[in-house]
Structure formats: structure tokens, C-alpha cells
């Protein structure tokens, strides 16, 4: 028993697939386009061009053959728009616009010669997926590897499909009787042509969803404005650190700084040069730790730093360092030079159980309280027992 694939039916399932694949896009659409629109128009160009096809000898022979492979090449133009767009990237107008454009023409001055056609589209429609593929990997490979590979599979697929139909046609070793005619090479043609539309939006929307989900993961850890550990993530930070500073018998240090006279800064520059500034403090603070160090927003104005393996000494040590730091480095904000001083409590200890890392703060926050009253842009340290208990 012999399977018939109807050439027509391919042609309009490959146009359903295309559509459906893109109103997917449009109802999921992330917060962030990123690309997410051109994908999706370009999934409604293609669905338009296999209408198109679908119409061969029903509609002109300009409509079916040169506007339907306009809109196909705009179709790869936009894929290359839209991976540009999710790097964050400026849209390659002349990548994207040069080979429409030639396609279009060549289109129009053969339009009566199919095997020609083929061939041309065997050069062109490569050379574009190429650029697809260039941009998804160059100059660096995407964080979001898996969607990324998806992507690559449905691109790499049909770029293989077009190279080996051009080389065919121009040894003219397939049947030339037009572009409805029911023929193995035909149906594969098509059927791929339904796998890759599903392999590279797929590709594509798993990358969109993969980096929503580093940045959820991000968010979750860190402050929105400053880019610092957020309160949670300093909390699970303090479990993780204390519980390896008393299995190794290590000191551990932890400060709280608090700007200085935030609420004037707010009140004379803004919100936004308040804003500003608590992002320069966290850079400041950033600058000047090591690796294995952490600063975190600990709420409004105030900031914690979490030291391990560090000493009292080298804690207050290390405070005084950024406080100076703090003082000659003003804050840049349209043109203006704003002046940020800082308080800084410190409390450095043996931790005798994990659970003793309350302690250290309500130590440092006392210590930050006497900085405060004793006249601010200062350090103060806090006097702990030799050993902490929970």
C-alpha cells in the first residue's frame, strides 16, 4: 500500500503550524520582547507563503512565486532580526534587508524557469540561515544553550534541505514539473519544512524561557536597584557561612554600614540621585571586597557586608579602609557632585554553633547605632565575647 502525501495539505499544515506557533508566541509573551515579536511576525510571513504555494496556478504567477519567496526570505530576515533583538543587540538592516531584496529581484527575472528558482533559493536561503546561525553562536554562545541547540537542529536541518535541492536541480537529478507535483523529494521537502518550523520556534521560546528563569532566579537573590544580595539571600548566605566557620574553627566578621544622611540627599537632588547613590555605595563596596566576601541591601539606606573567615581586627581594618573609600569618591549624578559618607557597626567572632550568627548582627547594629551618635562617618566595633553562643 502506497502513502500519498496531497502537496496542497502539506502546505497548508505547514501554514497552520506557522501560525499556531505564533499566536503560542503572542499569548506567552514575556514582560521583554526580546525578538519575541519579529519571531512571531515572521512565523505569519511564512504561513502567508505557503498559502501562497498552496494557490500556485489558482492566483498569479507573481503572487505564488515571486511574493510568496519575498515574504519566505523575510521570514529567515526576521529569525536574524529576532536573535539579534534577544542579544540586546542593534537590528543588521543590511543582513536582513540585501537578501529580501535579491531574492525578490532574481525571483522576478526567472520566474519562468523552476529549476533556476531552486537553485537560487539552494544559495540564497543558506546564506541567510547562516547568518541565523552566526549570530545565535558569534561572537559568544548564549547563555541559554538548550534553546539555543533546538534552534540550531531546525535551522541546520533546513540549511542541509536547500543546499542538497539546489545541487539536484542544477545536475538536473530531480523532476522539474513544478512545485505541486506529488514526488518523494517533494513530500520530504515539505515534511521537513513542518519539523523545522516546530524545532526552531520551539528553540526559540525555550531560550526566552530559560533566561526568564535566571533572571526570576537572580531577582530572587538580589536587590532590583543596586544589583547586592537581597535580605533573603544574606539570611541563607549567614546559615551556609557560619555553619563552615564552626566545622573549621574560623572567624567570621560581619558589618553593618548605613549612609549618612540619605534623607537629605533625597530631599535636595531627588529620588532619582537617591537612587544613584545607593547604587555608587554598592559599587564602591563591590570594588574593595574579595571573592568570597558578600554585600548585601539590607533594607533602605543600610547595607551588610558578611566577611568570612575574617578576624575583628581585620574587619575594622577593612571598614576604615571603605569608609575612606566612601569619603573621596562622591557620587556622579547629571553632571552634579554629590558627597556620600558612611556609618559602619562591625563585629567579628567565633561562632560556636551555626545558629549564633544573630548575634553578630545585633552586635554590629549597636556598634552602627554608637557610629551614628557619635557623629557619623565613622567605625565602630562591637565588643563580643572572645566565643559566641547561641
Same mark, same amino acid.
Given at each position: 500500500?502506497?502513502?500519498?502525501?496531497?502537496?496542497?495539505?502539506? !502546505?497548508?499544515?505547514?501554514?497552520?503550524?506557522?501560525?499556531?506557533?505564533?499566536?503560542?508566541?503572542?499569548?506567552?509573551?514575556?514582560?521583554?520582547?526580546?525578538?519575541?515579536?519579529?519571531?512571531?511576525?515572521?512565523?505569519?510571513?511564512?504561513?502567508?507563503?505557503?498559502?501562497?504555494?498552496?494557490?500556485?496556478?489558482?492566483?498569479?504567477?507573481?503572487?505564488?512565486?515571486?511574493?510568496?519567496?519575498?515574504?519566505?526570505?523575510? $521570514?529567515?530576515?526576521?529569525?536574524?532580526?529576532?536573535?539579534?533583538?534577544?542579544?540586546?543587540?542593534?537590528?543588521?538592516?543590511?543582513?536582513?534587508? *540585501?537578501?529580501? *531584496?535579491?531574492?525578490?529581484?532574481? @525571483?522576478? *527575472? &526567472?520566474?519562468?524557469?523552476?529549476?533556476?528558482?531552486?537553485?537560487?533559493?539552494?544559495?540564497?536561503?543558506?546564506?541567510?540561515?547562516?547568518?541565523?546561525?552566526?549570530?545565535?553562536?558569534?561572537?559568544?554562545?548564549?547563555?541559554?544553550?538548550?534553546?539555543?541547540?533546538?534552534? $540550531?537542529?531546525?535551522?541546520?536541518?533546513? &540549511?542541509?534541505? !536547500?543546499? %542538497?535541492?539546489? *545541487?539536484?536541480?542544477?545536475?538536473?537529478?530531480?523532476?522539474?514539473?513544478?512545485?505541486?507535483?506529488?514526488?518523494?523529494?517533494?513530500?520530504?521537502?515539505?515534511?521537513?519544512?513542518?519539523?523545522?518550523?516546530?524545532?526552531?520556534?520551539?528553540?526559540? =521560546?525555550?531560550?526566552?524561557?530559560?533566561?526568564?528563569?535566571?533572571?526570576?532566579?537572580?531577582?530572587?537573590?538580589?536587590? +532590583?536597584? $543596586?544589583?547586592?544580595?537581597?535580605?533573603?539571600?544574606?539570611?541563607?548566605?549567614?546559615?551556609?557561612?557560619?555553619?563552615?566557620? %564552626?566545622?573549621?574553627? +574560623?572567624?567570621?566578621?560581619?558589618?553593618?554600614?548605613? =549612609?549618612?544622611? @540619605?534623607?537629605?540627599?533625597?530631599?535636595?537632588?531627588?529620588?532619582?540621585?537617591?537612587?544613584?547613590?545607593?547604587?555608587?555605595?554598592?559599587?564602591?563596596?563591590?570594588?574593595?571586597?574579595?571573592?568570597?566576601?558578600?554585600?548585601?541591601?539590607?533594607?533602605? +539606606?543600610?547595607?551588610?557586608?558578611?566577611?568570612?573567615?575574617?578576624? !575583628?581586627?581585620?574587619?575594622?581594618?577593612?571598614?576604615?579602609?571603605?569608609?575612606?573609600?566612601?569619603?573621596?569618591?562622591?557620587?556622579?549624578?547629571?553632571?552634579?557632585? =554629590?558627597?556620600?559618607?558612611?556609618?559602619?557597626?562591625?563585629?567579628?567572632?567565633?561562632?560556636?554553633?551555626?545558629?549564633?550568627?544573630?548575634?553578630?548582627?545585633?552586635?554590629?547594629?549597636?556598634?552602627?547605632?554608637?557610629?551614628?551618635?557619635?557623629?557619623?562617618?565613622?567605625? +565602630?566595633?562591637?565588643?563580643?565575647?572572645?566565643?559566641?553562643?547561641?
Amino acid at each position: 500500500m502506497t502513502l500519498v502525501l496531497d502537496v496542497t495539505t502539506m !502546505l497548508l499544515m505547514i501554514a497552520a503550524a506557522s501560525l499556531a506557533m505564533a499566536v503560542s508566541l503572542a499569548v506567552a509573551r514575556p514582560q521583554r520582547s526580546e525578538g519575541t515579536d519579529l519571531w512571531a511576525l515572521g512565523l505569519v510571513l511564512h504561513a502567508a507563503t505557503y498559502v501562497l504555494y498552496a494557490l500556485r496556478g489558482t492566483v498569479s504567477d507573481w503572487a505564488s512565486i515571486v511574493l510568496s519567496n519575498m515574504l519566505l526570505s523575510g $521570514t529567515v530576515a526576521l529569525s536574524l532580526g529576532a536573535v539579534y533583538q534577544f542579544r540586546g543587540q542593534a537590528l543588521p538592516w543590511a543582513r536582513m534587508l *540585501v537578501p529580501v *531584496v535579491v531574492t525578490t529581484a532574481l @525571483f522576478a *527575472v &526567472f520566474i519562468d524557469d523552476y529549476r533556476v528558482r531552486i537553485m537560487v533559493t539552494g544559495a540564497l536561503g543558506p546564506a541567510q540561515l547562516g547568518l541565523v546561525l552566526w549570530a545565535l553562536w558569534r561572537p559568544q554562545p548564549l547563555a541559554q544553550r538548550r534553546g539555543a541547540w533546538l534552534l $540550531t537542529v531546525g535551522a541546520g536541518l533546513q &540549511f542541509l534541505l !536547500l543546499v %542538497v535541492r539546489g *545541487v539536484l536541480a542544477a545536475m538536473h537529478a530531480i523532476p522539474l514539473d513544478g512545485l505541486l507535483r506529488i514526488s518523494p523529494m517533494q513530500s520530504f521537502v515539505f515534511m521537513a519544512a513542518f519539523v523545522v518550523v516546530i524545532l526552531a520556534s520551539l528553540g526559540f =521560546i525555550l531560550m526566552t524561557k530559560d533566561r526568564a528563569d535566571a533572571d526570576n532566579r537572580y531577582f530572587a537573590a538580589h536587590d +532590583e536597584l $543596586t544589583g547586592a544580595a537581597n535580605r533573603r539571600a544574606l539570611t541563607q548566605a549567614l546559615d551556609r557561612d557560619a555553619a563552615r566557620a %564552626v566545622r573549621a574553627g +574560623e572567624s567570621y566578621a560581619l558589618m553593618m554600614l548605613d =549612609i549618612d544622611h @540619605f534623607k537629605a540627599v533625597n530631599d535636595t537632588h531627588g529620588h532619582h540621585a537617591g537612587d544613584q547613590v545607593l547604587c555608587h555605595v554598592a559599587a564602591v563596596l563591590r570594588a574593595r571586597l574579595r571573592a568570597q566576601d558578600l554585600v548585601g541591601r539590607y533594607g533602605g +539606606e543600610e547595607f551588610m557586608l558578611l566577611l568570612p573567615d575574617t578576624t !575583628l581586627a581585620g574587619a575594622a581594618a577593612l571598614a576604615e579602609t571603605l569608609r575612606e573609600a566612601m569619603e573621596q569618591t562622591p557620587c556622579l549624578h547629571e553632571g552634579r557632585s =554629590i558627597a556620600v559618607t558612611v556609618s559602619i557597626g562591625v563585629c567579628g567572632a567565633h561562632l560556636q554553633s551555626a545558629g549564633g550568627w544573630d548575634q553578630l548582627i545585633q552586635a554590629a547594629d549597636q556598634a552602627l547605632y554608637r557610629a551614628k551618635a557619635a557623629g557619623r562617618n565613622r567605625v +565602630e566595633c562591637a565588643g563580643l565575647p572572645r566565643r559566641v553562643h547561641s
